[in-house]
């Protein structure tokens, strides 16, 4: 369907909404009539030719004296897997209809009664009869109903002729799709709203399709399944039926296409089954709701996969499905990796909770089909915005995602495509192109191609459009993926760029490098009194104690001020969690905090006042005392206490002493395997954080500074410690590798290996250039004024 004839409709189905529902819905709201009743007039027509054939079957069953209905011989009368069996069609309740609305009503509601039942859960999904009544009520259906039936609108997927001759084009599921966006977009505009679709341009499908089939398009199975997880109103599957039936058709042998998808919008999900069942498919194999909440398809595997899942929209409703707290428990998010150190782990592959759309990715390589199932196993193309390549950190969810798909050789290419190319956004999208049995000679490999600045301009822009590909750009753009080409762009900064990398290329080791803490320690009364709070809860709970001071610690005073605690809280900003609050107003909580501040007097009384810059000793003396308040007092300090109370008194100073965190004793086997493990020989474990004390096989290692800690990001090409060496050693001799905090980590970067420097123009030619301006502007203001700029009085200091 060409951009005329799909702007010519909605302009028509526009009109329609404005003529007959001005004055009884709101424009924004038109879209709950105008939606449901294109899809139904859609399927009404197609019914009409058949509708004899579906009374005179519908009479005989009668006849028989079944007292279930023979669904599959009404549907073999009709010629679809939907009919209906009332005496109804639109056009006969528009013609015979009377200024009588409720024998119009009934006669309406009696139509919608007959359909089968798929196409009432459509008309469900739709609420359609409440809109009808509506309608009714306001005087307006009948208008409606003569507006659809139309012999001026062609709704059907068949061409057909007005009464002037004129050729109506047929309305595929894709044109469909066209018309059902350019809707949305027209109601949402109404209410100041952004689109929640974003359909996908029909030459974006011809090119996933291009780069999902052609690559084996002799060896395509007789039978093939395939999925969207989010199929919007169907157009990839549709499409993708539509160019295995056009574009590789077997003569010798019947081909079986089975389309299955699942959709969270109720319209769109409607309109989509709908379409199903106009093409024959079956609209079982569409289900509503959530794709991330319910695993709809579990056990499933399909041969072929496309889709153009939601991004940037957050998931944390669906995320209890998910998680429960932080472990992921649908195992569609969990994946297999070794650590740095070949150890398999089961790791969390669950992105951050505002972007789910690497989740639908996850959802379809779920799906995949091992090569030996068929020969072939499964391709998948993926439409995504920029997020995917690159967010997330080594070891987090989307990085994990990315390396289990890169490490499983299952990425085939990323496609970077023009901005401006959606409906709905402006922003850079990919094609992701995955593959569970690539070719020899493509395997352990991947392809970037950068076909940003191939397309053609739009004559009138379609909401965000304002370009599309050309058939030559879509030939191009395939015939690069197939060759797997290396190509530069040409000269001018326009066409088409692709690179070819090792799997590998994508992937980092992230490393900490430490540095010693150094600390000088004191007791002092203000230090001590920071102890007071919990440093998580430090604002309010200074608040608190200024407002009633000791108070605080009487059982009444935070249950009574709990009110008014709160709203200070709310007043400022703060987000507590329920565990935070719960600490906050906890006498307990607040009883600990002081007996914090009770055992640091008592240690600064039993130490002094004295400024130490060894920590080490200073810590010594404070264990010394503790022991000592224990045997005499019975007062236990935690762990965790002791490092709140030693960290309040001390502080990073760069001439104190290092910390020392412990002093190592190792016998042969043990020195022997900790070389092993560090790949290292004996005079390098300074490297890696292990210090001579002295002794023999006795080493000291330090407390590393959270302030001085750096990450350093090394090419998996590469190994950590040659780097170190080169990059970090000969500016830093106190630094170490801390190689128990190594992830491994995986992003792709378009920019990086595609960016062209522009080099700066010299001053010369830049100072040429503002000369040549002031005489512009000079002649300019001569034209103007009709006088020269040296007559005008200051003008030398202009």
Known sequence: MNHAVHNKLVSFIWSIADDCLRDIYVRGKYRDVILPMVVLRRLDALLEPTKSKVMDELALQREMGLTELDESALQAASGYVFYNISKWTLSQLQKTATNNQQILLSNCEEYLDGFSGNVKDIIRRFNLKAQVRHMAAKDVLLDVL???????????????????????PALSNLGMGYVFEELIRKFNEENNEEAGEHFTPREVIELMTHLVFDPIKDRLPTVMTIYDPACGSGGMLTESQNFIEEKYPDPSTQRDVYLYGKEINDETYAICKSDMMIKGNNPAHIRPGSTLSVDEFAGSRFDFMLSNPPYGKSWASEQKFIKEGGDVIDPRFKVTLKDYWGNEEVVDATPRSSDGQLLFLMEMVGKMKAP?????????????NGSSLFTGDAGGGESNIRRHIIENDLLDAIIQLPNNLFYNTGITTYIWL???NKPTHRRGKVQLIDASLLYRKLRKNLGNK??????????????????????????GDDGIAARVFDNRDFGYYKVNIERPDRRKAQFSAERIETLRFD?????????IFKEWGEAVYQDATLVKYEKAILAWCEEQGLELNSKQRKKLLNLEAWMKQSLLVTVANYLMQAIGADEFDDFNLFAKYVDKVLKQLGRESGIKVSASERNQLLNAVSWYDEKAAKVIRKIEKFDDKQ????LCRLSCSERDLPDFGYYPSGKPSEFVTYEPSSDLR????????SAIYPFFKAEVRPHDEEAWINLESVKIGYEISFNKHFYKHQPLRSMDEVAREIVTLEHQVEGLITEILGVSLGNVPGAEYA
């Open 535 to 543: 440093k998580a809860l430090r604002e309010p709970m200074e608040w």
């Open 146 to 168: 003569e507006k659809f039936t139309s012999p001026h609108i062609n709704l059907t997927p068949k061409d057909i002729e007005d009464p002037e001759g004129n050729r109506l």
């Open 710 to 717: 750096d990450s350093e990001s090394i090419s998996l090409a």
């Open 434 to 436: 995955l593959s569970s």
């Open 671 to 674: 020195l022997a395997n900790l």
């Open 466 to 491: 304002n370009c599309e590909f050309s058939a030559e750009h879509i030939d191009l753009i395939t015939q690069t993926y197939l060759n797997l080409d290396n190509l530069d762009r040409p000269a």
């Open 372 to 384: 030996g199932e068929t020969g072939l196993g499964s391709r998948i193309a993926s439409v995504h």
